[in-house]
């Protein structure tokens, strides 16, 4: 008996910081809340190269991933399937982020954990996350994430 495929959404998050900040920007939807830079991997895209782009365009800042904080992967309850990977990174350098509207976002800013308490948050998975990151939490390699088929390393961590 054939099984159907399982419809797969793929997003990415970005966690950038810069000392004790960290990187919001103002969406256009959602109510104008704030958010992380996000957003759902294209077609031929991936989740390295999507994660880069959303934060890009969101917040108009370039950024250097440092690696991941977390991989979602949760069953809707349509059946369908959502996988969300939250990687972590810090600006690439020390361009400002954007102050002007645009078809992705409203504006983008630096923030610490006590600003959030004066932002509309879309979620408190944001002020989780910051917290989370905040009191040093394990940040895994990027080379966790891996094409089919590349080559396995070794001796590289030891236990």
């Known amino acids: 008996m054939a099984r159907e495929p399982i ?11 810069l000392e004790d900040r960290f990187l ?24 390295l190269d999507a994660a880069v782009r959303n934060t890009v ?41 954007k102050s002007k509207p645009d078809e992705y976002t409203l504006c983008a800013g630096w923030y610490s954990l006590k600003e959030l308490d004066q932002l509309s948050l879309r979620g408190e998975e ?11 939490a394990p940040i895994y390699p990027i080379d966790l994430l891996s094409i089919e088929g590349a080559p396995f390393k070794t001796n590289r961590y030891r236990w």
Do not use: C
């Not at 419809?7 to 910081?17: G, N, P, R, W």
């Open 126 to 136: 944001v002020r989780e996350m910051f917290q989370y990151m905040a009191s040093g």
């Open 57 to 97: 365009q969101e917040a108009g800042i370039s950024v250097i991933v440092e690696g991941i904080l977390r991989v979602e992967h949760t069953v809707m309850p349509r059946g369908n399937v959502r996988l969300r990977v939250i990687f972590v990174a810090r600006p690439e350098d020390k361009t400002p982020p």
């Open 24 to 47: 919001l920007v103002q969406e256009r939807k959602y109510d104008q809340q704030w958010y992380l830079p996000a957003g759902r991997v294209e077609k031929g895209e991936t989740l």
């Open 7 to 17: 419809s797969t959404l793929y997003f990415t998050l970005v966690v950038v910081h």
